[in-house]
């Protein structure tokens, strides 16, 4: 199933999403680099990496 790549705003803790897409079972060994998102909620900009991310439901 595809997920929706989230991380969460360190200042407001609400979850930001990343434009991005994994297939869940594929995660696992899915390599990541360092990458930044403009945040909505801080209006702030979040370098994340995948041990920031979260999969939404």
């Known amino acids: 199933m595809t997920k929706r ?4 705003c ?3 803790s609400k979850l930001i999403p ?5 297939e869940e079972e594929l995660w696992p060994d ?4 360092e990458h930044k998102v ?3 909620h ?9 041990k920031d991310v979260v999969l939404a439901r």
């Open 42 to 50: 801080c209006q702030g900009t979040h370098a994340w990496a995948k």
């Open 30 to 33: 899915t390599k990541l680099k």
């Open 5 to 8: 790549v989230l991380v969460r």
């Open 18 to 22: 990343t434009g991005q897409t994994v």
């Open 38 to 40: 403009p945040c909505p």
């Open 10 to 12: 360190p200042s407001t």
